[in-house]
């Protein structure tokens, strides 16, 4: 009896998820489809003070961007909001904005966030809408569009894309080490047009990314590693958890494809009640003298 | 190598041939060169008896320059005492400036040395190296047992470079090191002079003359045929007059180069130099021509411009006036040259009648030449005395900005194939402009053409902007980069302070264009003492 009751139950929750699914679906394509050509969808302050390796990191609302399963094992509602300066050694900096919730509603977290980045005449923005699910204690699933547009005035372009993404609780490898894999691929396939006079660019290329995540004694180790068509990138993060809510943290982005970019990132958060507060800062180290990127954040748990 | 000679003529040039394998001519004044019938001037055969040393740098082993080379043994400034007795190993080298085939070395003593003849060198040994390294001397002569104050491998039977048959042969070396290897006891040493001898081709050599004509010229294209081996170099310039003609401060010319010197002009001077680096390689010239025109664009010219004083870096508006002095025998003006000024012109006049842009003139400025190029339409060409005004905006940023105006004629053009531009070089029509104030920022006034654009409409991105404050020439860069860093495009411009215009096509170094979104721009100023930069955004959206 309780067997069956338990089977039934899945087979509701399964088919909630379908029926979300089918809704984002028949929204964006009521919507129109949109793309940004040129994205620096990068997430919040948190995620780039941890060099923005974060596909297998669960405790923020800010892993919607990079693994749409990761918010799965959140156990409380969380959202984050964050404001950078790109390049600031520039006498126009460009700017970002970014926020990001997720929510967790009996066995499936809803995701949602928003991304711009904006310098006259240039305006980018991204929107995404994602679920997850723990189909597992070890396994959990997500899915996510990401919605893209940006326009400069004469010309505008829009697009919509989606992601896919797996999380998998290794578990304790040793009496103190705790670890976390991930699997996400993104771009799937999408939709584009172009804006008024503007030319539809292309597809950006479908990319896979594998990442790892080692906690242990207040410390923590992420790693991502991203490729597609044209490009490897390998991000990694190291986190403190000092006393106080103080955490600290540093990181490190290498970008290859015709040429190797590097960046380096730091930074820290300071957790009070409910509330945490992140700054990240990012330079380039190919361009430093063009200015450091500032990243201010502030999130809530609820 | 054989530089190309143009044998093309054309109808109204005459020109002045000069065929060096014929023979010297009685009006050219030559030095260290020499005729070789049916070949041409070459640099002469270097005498036995001349000392190639004399003059020449030498240094001791301090590094600290000895008076060994200045042909002179007297007393104190002019020899090298040791002052002590332990001289062991002390050596003096001798730089001959090229590698020369070295036959013979001679050391003099000093004045002390003749006086005193205990002063002399016991044992010594002499070495040439193309280089001056350690590792690369190789032994002329060597002896341990001299005993005569004056040491010379001629006489003394030390030469040790001898070929099969025990005949001396040279050595081929731009250093000489005289080192002392020994010494009797307690005798200092005092030596006066290190004397070199060499076979081959003298190191320089140079031929000047002049043309004449009877009456006042507009001088064209100079050419001439030279063979010019590896390891030897040939130089010509030219210059209106023919006395005190400051050689040092007249640019080398290129081979068919138009005459840049003062014309019309009766006197024409010229001066060819050959170098040679190798002992036994010299150039060969064979022939040499200049082309002149007595039928001259206009008589006269006579340049002046207002104001006279701009503020540094700041826009002004200018006005140049040249009056030509043109007669029924002259070809006319149709074409007008400002070199020293890129003007951005508003307006010009002749004879005080304005004229329609775009239908009664064209014009165009280049910015790195720094000139102004006014071309008339057929109706509105010189033939007569007149008056011409260009009005304009410049920005000017050395102190002093000299205006050469040059005119042409676009008949003569058509004539004889090439324009051959009249200047008017003379001190008393040079016209100029003095910038005053206090330089600018190294890069300011930068100005964007636009902020967004797309390269799919053929559409660019031009940066505007002034460089000041730069004495010498140095690399100006444009560099491109996106969001994460990676430089998509380079350019560079080689100049002095001036103004500047670079432009991005929105392609990437392998000419594809690049993606939607904004663009870091970097300008940088690199060398010449001083570094710049100015950074900013861009956009590209299509």
Redesign the interface.
């Known amino acids: 009896m309780v067997a069956v009751l338990k089977g039934r139950a899945e087979e509701h929750v399964l088919s909630r998820i379908k029926q979300l699914l089918c809704a984002v679906w028949i929204t964006f394509a009521i919507t129109g489809p949109v793309r940004a050509?040129?994205e620096?969808v990068d997430g919040g302050a948190y995620a780039m003070s941890m060099g923005g390796a974060l596909s297998a990191e669960i405790g923020s609302a800010e892993t919607i961007w990079f693994n749409p399963a990761a918010s799965a094992k959140l156990n409380v509602p969380h959202a984050t909001s964050t404001y950078g300066t790109?390049?600031s050694?520039?006498?126009?900096s460009?700017v970002v904005h970014t926020g990001a919730i997720a929510w967790p509603v009996k066995s499936v977290t809803l995701q949602a966030g928003y991304h711009t980045?904006r310098?006259?005449?240039?305006s980018?923005m991204s929107g995404l809408v994602g679920v997850a699910v723990v189909l597992h204690p070890r396994v959990s699933f997500g899915g996510a569009v990401r919605v893209n547009a940006?326009n400069?005035?004469?010309?505008g372009?829009q697009s919509w894309l989606g992601s896919l993404g797996l999380l998998y609780e290794v578990g304790w490898i040793a009496p103190s080490t705790y670890m976390r894999l991930s699997l996400v691929s993104a771009n799937l396939t999408g939709w584009y047009s172009a804006g008024g006079t503007?030319?539809a660019?292309g597809q950006p290329g479908r990319s896979y990314t594998a990442g790892a995540q080692l906690i242990g004694r207040g410390k923590k180790v992420s790693l991502d590693v991203e490729h597609d068509m044209d490009l490897w990138d390998l991000r990694a993060g190291y986190e403190l958890d000092a006393r106080w809510g103080l955490h600290f943290r540093t990181g490190v982005g290498i970008?290859v494809?015709?040429?190797v970019?590097r960046?380096w990132h730091v930074g820290m958060g300071y957790e009070w009640t409910d509330y945490h507060f992140d700054y990240a800062f990012t330079r380039?180290?190919?361009?430093a003298?063009?200015g450091a990127t500032h990243r201010l954040g502030i999130g809530r748990f609820f | 190598m054989v530089v190309a000679f143009s044998d093309v003529a054309f109808a109204e040039m005459e020109r002045e041939v000069w065929e060096w394998a014929e023979g010297p001519k009685l009006d050219i004044i030559q030095t260290s060169v020499e005729w070789v019938a049916g070949e041409g001037v070459m640099l002469a055969n270097l005498s036995t008896q001349k000392n190639i040393a004399a003059g020449m740098v030498a240094k001791d082993d301090l590094g600290l320059r000895v008076p060994l080379t200045d042909g002179d043994v007297s007393l104190g400034v002019s020899e090298w005492v040791s002052n002590t007795p332990n001289v062991f190993g002390r050596n003096f080298i001798v730089d001959l400036g090229v590698n020369r085939a070295i036959t013979r070395v001679r050391v003099l003593p000093g004045q002390t040395a003749i006086n005193q003849p205990e002063y002399f060198v016991r044992g010594y040994r002499l070495e040439a190296a193309r280089a001056n390294d350690s590792d690369l001397w190789r032994i002329l002569a060597e002896a341990q047992t001299n005993i005569s104050l004056t040491i010379d491998t001629l006489t003394d039977s030390t030469w040790s470079v001898r070929d099969l048959d025990q005949n001396d042969v040279s050595r081929q070396g731009r250093f000489v090191r005289f080192t002392i290897t020994r010494q009797d006891r307690s005798n200092w040493v005092a030596l006066g002079e290190i004397e070199v001898f060499a076979v081959g081709y003298e190191m320089e050599g140079l031929l000047t003359g002049q043309l004449s004509t009877s009456g006042p010229v507009n001088v064209g294209r100079v050419q001439w045929k030279v063979s010019v081996p590896g390891g030897t170099a040939f130089r010509l310039a030219s210059a209106s007059g023919g006395d005190e003609i400051p050689w040092q401060a007249i640019r080398t010319m290129e081979n068919g180069e138009l005459f840049a010197g003062q014309e019309p002009v009766k006197v024409v001077a010229w001066r060819g130099q050959m170098f040679t680096s190798e002992p036994f390689a010299t150039p060969t010239w064979q022939r040499f021509e200049i082309e002149y025109d007595r039928r001259l664009v206009a008589s006269s010219m006579a340049g002046s411009v207002l104001p006279v004083t701009v503020n540094r870096g700041e826009e002004t508006q200018v006005t140049y006036r040249l009056e030509l002095g043109v007669s029924t025998d002259d070809y006319g003006v149709d074409l007008l040259r400002l070199n020293g000024l890129a003007m951005s012109v508003q307006g010009v006049s002749i004879n005080g009648r304005t004229l329609n842009a775009g239908q009664d003139y064209t014009t165009s400025q280049d910015i790195v030449a720094q000139e102004t190029r006014l071309v008339l339409d057929a109706n509105n060409r010189v033939e007569d005395d007149a008056v011409i005004e260009v009005f304009g905006n410049v920005r000017l940023l050395a102190d002093v900005n000299v205006i050469r105006p040059m005119v042409g004629d676009t008949g003569q053009s058509v004539v004889d194939g090439y324009t051959n531009w009249q200047n008017g070089h003379d001190p008393l029509f040079i016209s100029q402009i003095s910038a005053q104030g206090e330089p600018g920022d190294l890069i300011g006034q930068l100005q964007l053409s636009q902020?967004?654009f797309?390269p799919?409409s053929d559409e660019q991105i031009s940066f505007d902007f002034v460089v000041s404050r730069l004495s010498n020439a140095t690399d100006v860069l444009l560099s491109v980069?996106?969001?994460?860093?990676?430089?998509v495009r380079r350019y560079v411009q080689y100049g002095a302070a001036r103004a500047y215009r670079m432009a991005w096509d929105g392609r990437d170094e392998d000419t594809h264009i690049v993606?939607?979104?904004?663009y870091?721009f970097?300008i940088e100023v690199r060398g010449g003492g001083v570094e710049g930069?100015r950074?900013?955004?861009c956009?590209v959206?299509?």
Request: zero cysteines; aromatic letters at 14%; glycine letters at 10%.
């Open positions: 050509a040129f620096i790109l390049y050694g520039l006498e126009d460009p980045l310098l006259d005449p240039w980018e940006w400069s005035g004469r010309y372009n503007g030319r660019t970008h494809d015709d040429t970019d960046t380039s180290a190919d361009i003298s063009f | 902020r967004a797309s799919y980069y996106n969001l994460n860093g990676s430089r993606e939607p979104g904004i870091l970097e930069t950074r900013g955004t956009v959206a299509y």
